[in-house]
């Protein structure tokens, strides 16, 4: 993933995955568009969240 990635959930919450050097930020936004969290996480994890969401899908 080279790019910034946003998921609209049913509430109007906001998840975006971007990249940062070698890590990535993962960012969640309630409907207001409050910042409610900030994750730093590597590569791997990243992919693997997605290997997971791909599951669920």
Not at 30 to 53: F, K, Y
Request: no cysteine; hydrophobic share 45%.
């Amino acid at each position: 993933m080279l790019r910034s990635t946003t998921v609209h959930t049913a509430d109007g919450s906001t998840v975006t995955i971007r990249p940062r050097g070698i890590e990535f930020d993962l960012e969640t936004r309630n409907a207001l568009g409050e910042t409610i969290a900030t994750v730093v996480m590597s590569a791997a994890d990243i992919s693997a969240l997605r290997a997971q969401m791909a599951e669920v899908s």
